[in-house]
């Protein structure tokens, strides 16, 4: 019990990092972007082959691999996004050019395999793969009948780190006052002398990086890493989280990621693991259903 | 390239030799029809697989249990998913946009995960085998159904009915204070398309041998797939949809070469390109201008795609 209460909380902290940056997307620029769980994916899969296949110590690997998300975010903005905007495209064709993205980096990891083009990317194709003891440092600790694992317990305190530094950046700093200017109203922060294109950039960056720091932690602790951990584990969850919280709100997605985790922990204890999804789903149906605007969302705004 | 040279050659080879293509083609042709009505009335509802499988596991259960015909089992399974339709849209039909999507993207994995997963009589994870499908004979009866579908969409699109559509998703608060009864078009928007998309279900259900509760089959993956053909083909009016769904069923199997690993990328480079290039869709607003001679009568009505 109390070691699967501490894997509910490892969960939550897990969909909670990767939701903070799927709502940040929203919350700026009013469209779901689909290529977050892919981002998350390519984010655990360069850190492993930093460490497996160049040999690089595991720490620069991960510096390496967050590295790699945010320009994955800039390729988000710059080809799927941005040319749509200078379009005027209706929102839903963002979605439709993030699903291509996220395609193509999974079809890239996958088709990664000794001798193909993209080997220096990744070797296991569409295997799973887990860090080799010996590269991660994870001492583990037995304490009163419970299992710590180093790596499940950092990612808590990592999660509410990075979860609270953002916070404050939204909110007391320059850049913050910016981007939620263009949350607001994109044409009247242009109109206030900002550079919005950049503004939403930057948004990529972060959500993305964030993204990648959630999946690296993911294939760390779980040992779990191949082409589809981003649209088996989080994709949907993921979606669920930021309505459970509110569209658009960070303390919100924090929330609902723990709140996730607890639902599922749940509906595990109660019904078995086979009706642990459907449990989590109809949770998420009846959230909107009962209340849309999640638990820290304002009130819904009269929008199509 | 043998694809589309068989196609071009011997057009009567290619239709005995890729009967499970064209009959693919067909189903999701169906599907992203049932897409266009709840996209076309303003709603961006993802509930189509959920629908699907509705349709499906009903038919092949009558079929399993009681040997009723083919035409009352995929009748059953529709009226069925009607039925849970007005249900499930009664609930979640005053939710808009991304809202109305997650809610039915709740909807289709409760569905799945919490029901169809879980009960016996489903077969549970393992699936239904339907020693009755007839995948040869079936793809005839699918390209016939899909006609009928396309032309009932296309005469109720140019009707009453499709104008109140279009008026609720150019405007809903217009459209209201011009005396149009938003929630009930809204609602039978979304039970024709559950109707459409339990039919393509139960005509699916009789291509295959057996009946896989997967997610490609049932789940996200299948309604985002869904919606992408209506989108990339543009849901201004019905062809649209059909041209997304043969488009992108046919890509696949144009990029298959000896050899060549990288379908998925490029596919993933043409739909990023296609939708950048054309945001409103393949046949969307201006629909041909391209290749129109200046001669020909505009089109009256421009339709942009809602979302």
């Known amino acids: 019990m109390g070691q699967q ?73 710059h080809v799927c996004l941005r040319p749509l905007r200078r379009r005027r495209a209706p929102p839903i064709a963002a979605l439709i050019s993030t699903i291509g993205l996220a395609l193509i980096i999974v079809a890239a990891i996958e088709q990664g395999r000794p001798g193909t083009f993209f080997a220096w990317l990744w070797v296991d194709g569409a295997n799973s793969v887990s860090f080799p003891p010996a590269a991660v440092p994870n001492p583990t600790w037995h304490v009163a009948g419970l299992t710590l ?23 007391y700093t320059q850049v913050g006052r910016g981007l939620r200017a263009v949350a607001e109203n994109p044409r009247a ?20 990086a964030l993204g990648g720091v959630a999946g690296i932690l993911f294939g760390v602790s779980l040992g779990d890493i191949s082409p ?25 997605a924090v929330v609902g990621g723990y709140l996730l985790g607890l639902i599922e922990l749940i509906a595990l204890l109660a019904r078995g693991s086979s009706a642990r999804d459907g449990i989590a789903f109809a949770a998420l149906f009846l959230m909107l259903v009962l209340r849309p605007q999640g638990l820290f969302g304002a009130q819904l705004r009269e929008k199509v | 390239m043998d694809f ?58 009558m079929e399993l249990y009681w040997r009723t015909p083919l035409a009352l089992d995929i009748a059953a399974g529709t009226a069925l998913a009607s039925v849970v339709a007005l249900l499930v849209g009664l609930s979640v039909l005053r939710l808009r946009g991304v809202f109305l999507a997650i809610a ?71 459209a209201m204070s011009q005396g149009i009864d938003v929630a009930r078009y809204k609602m039978l928007a979304f039970i024709l398309s559950a109707a459409l998309a339990a039919f393509a279900g139960g005509l699916e259900a009789h291509l295959n041998f057996f009946v896989d509760p997967g997610d490609a089959q049932y789940g996200v993956t299948r309604a985002v797939q869904v919606l992408t053909f209506a989108v990339l083909g543009g849901s201004g009016n019905i062809f649209g949809p059909v041209v997304g769904a043969l488009f992108l069923t046919t890509l696949p199997e144009i990029l298959r070469f000896q050899g060549f690993n990288y379908r998925d990328i490029v596919s993933g480079v043409i739909l990023i390109a296609v939708i950048i290039f054309r945001p409103q869709g393949i046949v969307g607003r201006g629909g041909l201008a391209i290749i129109r001679p200046r001669w020909w009568p505009r089109a009256q009505v421009s339709a942009p795609s809602p979302g």
């Open chain 1, 228 to 252: 589809y951990i981003g649209r088996d584990n989080v994709e949907v969850r993921g979606l669920a989280v930021i309505v459970l919280g509110g569209m658009g709100s960070i303390p919100g």
């Open chain 1, 149 to 171: 694992e180093a790596s499940r317990i950092a990612i808590i305190p990592i999660s509410i780190v990075l979860m609270l530094v953002l916070g404050y950046v939204m909110r």
């Open chain 2, 104 to 174: 039915t993207i709740g909807f289709i994995e409760a569905l799945r995960l919490g029901v169809i997963l879980n009960l016996p009589i489903t077969g549970e994870g393992l699936g239904l085998q339907n020693p009755k499908a007839d995948p040869l004979g079936g793809v005839n009866m699918v390209l016939v159904a899909l006609v009928l579908v396309v032309f009932l969409l296309w005469r109720l699109t140019k009707g009453r009915l499709g104008h109140a559509w279009s008026a609720i998703r150019q405007d809903e608060l217009a």
């Open chain 1, 5 to 77: 209460l501490l894997n509910a909380i490892f969960f939550g902290s897990i969909y909670a990092l990767f939701a903070v940056g799927y709502t940040l997307v929203f919350g700026i620029l009013d469209i779901l972007n689909l290529a977050h769980s892919a981002v998350f994916m390519f984010g655990a899969a360069i850190t492993y082959s930093l460490v497996v296949n160049h040999g690089q110590s595991f720490w620069v690997a991960c510096v390496l691999g967050v590295g790699a998300c945010a320009v994955m975010g800039l390729v988000i903005e």
């Open chain 2, 4 to 61: 589309i040279t068989q196609l071009l050659t011997d057009p009567i080879g290619f239709y005995n030799s890729h009967t499970l293509l064209i009959a693919n083609i067909g189903i999701n042709s169906i599907l992203a029809a049932s897409m266009f009505v709840v996209l076309y009335s303003g709603q961006l509802s993802l509930a189509a697989p959920g629908f699907m499988a509705i349709g499906a596991y009903t038919s092949v259960l």
């Open chain 1, 189 to 208: 922060a242009r109109l206030m002398g900002l550079n919005v294109d950049r503004m939403i950039t930057l948004t990529l960056v972060i959500s993305s």
